[in-house]
């Protein structure tokens, strides 16, 4: 039996994720880091927006399990919901503003 439409759809839906990392590891974090860019767009230091499909962020999650060190890293992923229909990414601050992150993230 062939799936529908409908699930086949909802396998594709993206859903809208703040990937938010605290790695205490030079080495590990530059690998987090790396990893991420394949993910998502970065939005500041430790903080990656993504658009994930099931699949995705099984994928994020698997990769990042493979790097961190459990006993000392944390990775957190907020889940905003579904990324269609949301209209256009509203971002404020307190302090300095928001700018988009172009550069790579050099860790010394």
Not at 8 to 21: D, I, P, T
Not at 71 to 100: N, S
């Amino acid at each position: 039996m062939r799936p529908t439409g409908h699930h086949k759809g909802a396998a594709k839906m993206r859903q809208s994720y703040l990937v938010c990392y605290d790695i205490s590891d030079d080495k590990r974090l530059r690998k987090v880091f790396k990893t991420m860019r394949g993910f998502g767009d970065h939005l500041q230091y430790s903080v990656f927006e993504c658009h994930f499909t099931t699949r995705d962020l099984v994928r994020c999650r698997t990769e990042l399990t493979r790097i961190i060190n459990h006993d000392e890293d944390q990775v957190l992923f907020v889940h905003l919901g579904p990324a269609e229909g949301r209209g256009d990414r509203v971002i404020t601050a307190l302090g300095l503003p928001y700018k988009a992150i172009d550069a790579p993230c050099f860790i010394v």
